[in-house]
T-cell receptor, first 111, second 113 residues
Framework: GESVGLHLPTLSVQEGDNSIINCAYS??????FIWYKQESGKGPQFIID?????DKRQGQRVTVLLNKTVKHLSLQIAATQPGDSAVYFC??????????FGAGTTVTVRA | KAGVTQTPRYLIKTRGQQVTLSCSPI?????VSWYQQTPGQGLQFLFE???????NKGNFPGRFSGRQFSNSRSEMNVSTLELGDSALYLC????????????FGDGTRLSIL
């Protein structure tokens, strides 16, 4: 069945360094991918998305890379800040009105 | 613009009871989706509605149901509650649900005693 997973459940990063969060997906039919950030007590917050006709997309301090050949997705956060501490989820969709989520990576920023 | 609003934020029920959760989407959004979040299973899709029609449904028992009203507001109902139904129930909305960001509310935390 479909599944979207993250390679590492936790990531500790020094403030000011760049963070890279990885995600593997298994549904070849997926053509839409999205990253969310979830802070304690809140719902997931949209960060950035990418469609399968692209391999890179940049936002403010974030970049998403998509490698369809190996079904891999990554989120890069530049100059990581304490406010970036949260759980990060990737999700995929084959355009069936449903998102399938990975297990999440907990990012902790060290001062 | 107001975000997705879910009520109530917290709910405590006992086994065998039923519960109704409410979701008001972002103004102009016509697609509403529901997800269940637990520590063990993560975020799992329940169902999606658009123009009062359910377009997709996840792998949950028939005790879980939902509906959408003409103003796009949505409710989900869980009957004959079980201990395993304890979870954070999240609602998300988007303009039309097709390969676009879904914006989430802060959820309803349901605890079953």
């Amino acid at each position: 069945g479909e599944s979207v997973g993250l390679h590492l459940p936790t990531l500790s990063v020094q403030e000011g360094d760049n963070s890279i969060i990885n995600c593997a997906y298994s549904n070849s039919a997926s053509d839409y991918f999205i990253w969310y950030k979830q802070e304690s007590g809140k719902g997931p917050q949209f960060i950035i998305d990418i469609r399968s006709n692209m391999d890179k997309r940049q936002g403010q301090r974030v970049t998403v890379l998509l490698n369809k050949t190996v079904k891999h997705l990554s989120l890069q956060i530049a100059a990581t800040q304490p406010g970036d501490s949260a759980v990060y989820f990737c999700a995929e969709s084959p355009n069936d009105y449903k998102l399938s989520f990975g297990a999440g990576t907990t990012v902790t920023v060290r001062a | 613009k107001a975000g997705v609003t879910q009520t109530p934020r917290y709910l405590i029920k006992t086994r065998g009871q039923q519960v109704t959760l409410s979701c008001s989407p972002i103004s102009g959004h016509r697609s509403v989706s529901w997800y269940q979040q637990t520590p063990g299973q993560g975020l799992q899709f329940l169902f999606e509605y658009f123009s009062e029609t359910q377009r997709n449904k996840g792998n949950f028992p028939g005790r879980f149901s939902g509906r959408q009203f003409s103003n796009s507001r949505s409710e989900m109902n869980v009957s004959t509650l079980e201990l395993g139904d304890s979870a954070l129930y999240l609602c998300a909305s988007s303009v039309d649900g097709s390969n676009q960001p879904q914006h989430f509310g802060d959820g309803t935390r349901l605890s079953i005693l």
